[in-house]
């Protein structure tokens, strides 16, 4: 209680806060907001959806209620994604920006944003045929060109002013914008969660129900506890400065260190190959049934035995990928050399190089097998036991939703010890 009233005091962070709320509040009033020309009472009268649970999950319910947000910031994501692999020497253009600094970064965001709207306009125009389709052809009040091109204009709209109200939020509120709208999606669900767990547990009230329902939120605050300890798990690796012993000495600072975090590459493994898998069952779903696509859901469906290691496959690759483009041994190892620094016992160069890149390795393997856990277990658990399919034990969501908020900790955390200061300095 003491921590909130701190927060609540400091004028500046109060404000922050009420803002991010108020632009949460706006982000769930538009997810309610249907897309025009669709027959609205299909959607109600239908009690499943023939789409993508993970991104109806992304989108707080959007998807499912094909609304104005139905994309919500995913488009951004993946432009995201694209421009920073582009980035890796594959197009000369883009790495230039990237050593431009700051004027770089705004060029690279420009690009991202305009790559998003691309990406947004064609993602609209497949969702609308698809949900048409899955809805065989109801859903739609008119099947013409010019009434897919509205609902695709429409929904591209609906970004935008997603990723514009993502952009307020790192500016005037609390927190990285786009991290903050994908948790606010995911929280949203979490009413539906409990409300299933009650029904299924407590309506009938028995001693095995009450028992079972103790144990699921036992393992969901146990699992919680696991991923904040290994997301915050790093590998401090001790650094030192050539002849700057006795300054060093004099001015009280202690060797410095080269901080490398169990999970380096966050929660994009996950939802790349989440993505990947996912994608040619979306296609296929809009097929007709056959043998080939049979034997296709059997291969990308991760409930399934070939489907579920060809999942695990990918979080590690792309572990692995993302953890050395975050961490880059070279680049970190010739800005070492740079500044006169060195890792005790090993040669500055190529040799620091070689050693960060052994480190890097097996900190990673460990990394790649904590991801693959914490995303298999909602598919394990969904397999052995009858769990409500709102409930997941661990997952992606989970992920995402502990790194924000050990991130937005540290933010408010640094905001609260700036204001101390500066009443210390007054």
Same mark, same amino acid.
């Given at each position: 209680?003491?921590?909130?009233?701190?927060?609540?005091?400091?004028?500046?962070? @109060?404000?922050?806060?009420?803002?991010?709320?108020?632009?949460?509040?706006?982000? @769930?009033?538009?997810?309610?907001?249907?897309?025009?020309? $669709?027959?609205?009472? &299909?959607?109600?009268?239908?009690?499943?959806?023939?789409?993508?649970?993970?991104?109806?999950?992304?989108? %707080?319910?959007?998807?499912?209620?094909?609304?104005?947000?139905?994309?919500?910031?995913?488009?951004?994501?993946?432009?995201?994604?694209?421009?920073?692999?582009?980035?890796?020497?594959?197009?000369?253009?883009?790495?230039?920006?990237?050593?431009?600094?700051?004027?770089?970064?705004?060029?690279?965001?420009?690009? +991202? /944003?305009?790559?998003?709207?691309?990406?947004?306009?064609?993602?609209?125009?497949?969702?609308?045929? %698809?949900?048409?389709?899955?809805?065989?052809?109801?859903?739609?009040?008119?099947?013409?060109? $010019?009434?897919?091109?509205?609902?695709?204009?429409?929904?591209?709209?609906?970004?935008?002013?997603?990723?514009?109200?993502?952009?307020? #939020?790192?500016?005037?509120?609390?927190?990285?914008?786009?991290?903050?709208?994908? &948790?606010? %999606?995911?929280?949203? /669900?979490?009413?539906?969660?409990?409300?299933?767990?009650?029904?299924?547990?407590?309506?009938?009230?028995?001693?095995?129900?009450?028992?079972?329902? #103790?144990?699921?939120?036992?393992?969901?605050?146990?699992?919680?506890?696991?991923?904040?300890?290994?997301?915050?798990?790093?590998?401090?690796?001790?650094?030192?400065?050539?002849?700057?012993?006795?300054?060093?000495?004099?001015?009280?600072?202690?060797?410095?260190?080269?901080?490398?975090?169990?999970?380096?590459?966050?929660?994009?493994?996950?939802?790349?190959?989440?993505?990947?898998?996912?994608?040619?069952?979306?296609?296929?779903?809009?097929?007709?049934?056959?043998?080939?696509?049979?034997?296709?859901?059997?291969?990308?469906?991760?409930?399934?035995?070939?489907?579920?290691?060809?999942?695990?496959?990918?979080?590690?690759?792309?572990?692995?990928?993302?953890?050395?483009?975050?961490?880059?041994?070279?680049? &970190?190892?010739?800005?070492?050399?740079?500044?006169?620094?060195?890792?005790?016992?090993?040669?500055?160069?190529?040799?620091?190089?070689?050693?960060?890149?052994?480190?890097?390795?097996?900190? +990673?393997?460990?990394?790649?097998?904590?991801?693959?856990?914490?995303?298999?277990?909602?598919?394990?658990?969904?397999?052995?036991?009858?769990?409500?399919?709102?409930?997941?034990?661990? %997952?992606?969501?989970?992920?995402?939703?502990?790194?924000?908020?050990?991130?937005?900790?540290?933010?408010?955390?640094?905001?609260?010890?700036?204001?101390?200061?500066?009443?210390? $300095?007054?």
């Amino acid at each position: 209680m003491a921590t909130f009233s701190k927060i609540w005091k400091n004028a500046d962070l @109060r404000k922050k806060i009420l803002f991010t709320l108020m632009i949460f509040v706006v982000y @769930r009033i538009g997810s309610y907001i249907p897309v025009p020309t $669709i027959n609205t009472s &299909v959607l109600e009268a239908s009690a499943q959806t023939p789409m993508l649970g993970f991104f109806d999950t992304l989108s %707080g319910g959007a998807l499912k209620r094909f609304s104005l947000f139905a994309m919500s910031i995913s488009p951004y994501i993946t432009a995201s994604i694209v421009i920073q692999l582009l980035q890796m020497d594959v197009v000369p253009i883009l790495s230039e920006w990237a050593k431009e600094g700051e004027t770089g970064k705004r060029k690279l965001n420009q690009l +991202t /944003r305009y790559v998003t709207l691309v990406l947004a306009f064609v993602q609209a125009i497949a969702m609308s045929i %698809g949900f048409d389709l899955g809805y065989q052809g109801i859903l739609l009040e008119s099947h013409s060109v $010019i009434t897919y091109l509205y609902i695709a204009l429409t929904m591209t709209a609906g970004t935008a002013v997603m990723i514009f109200l993502a952009d307020q #939020i790192t500016s005037k509120g609390i927190g990285n914008g786009t991290s903050m709208i994908i &948790v606010a %999606g995911i929280l949203s /669900r979490v009413p539906y969660m409990l409300n299933d767990l009650y029904t299924k547990y407590l309506v009938n009230i028995t001693v095995s129900n009450v028992l079972a329902f #103790i144990s699921v939120l036992a393992l969901l605050a146990l699992t919680i506890i696991a991923v904040i300890y290994l997301q915050s798990a790093t590998r401090k690796l001790p650094i030192q400065y050539a002849n700057r012993h006795n300054s060093a000495q004099l001015s009280g600072r202690k060797d410095s260190f080269i901080p490398l975090k169990l999970n380096s590459a966050g929660v994009i493994p996950v939802i790349f190959a989440a993505s990947l898998v996912s994608l040619p069952l979306t296609v296929v779903n809009f097929l007709p049934e056959s043998g080939v696509t049979n034997v296709i859901k059997a291969i990308f469906n991760y409930q399934q035995p070939i489907g579920f290691i060809l999942y695990v496959v990918l979080i590690v690759a792309f572990t692995y990928f993302y953890a050395f483009v975050q961490v880059s041994p070279e680049k &970190v190892a010739e800005n070492l050399k740079k500044q006169g620094s060195y890792i005790p016992g090993v040669r500055p160069g190529v040799d620091t190089e070689e050693y960060l890149s052994k480190v890097l390795s097996r900190i +990673t393997f460990i990394g790649a097998i904590y991801l693959v856990v914490i995303a298999g277990l909602p598919i394990v658990f969904g397999a052995i036991t009858d769990l409500p399919s709102s409930v997941e034990i661990g %997952g992606t969501s989970l992920l995402i939703v502990v790194g924000v908020a050990i991130e937005t900790a540290k933010q408010i955390q640094t905001k609260t010890m700036d204001q101390k200061y500066k009443g210390f $300095i007054k």
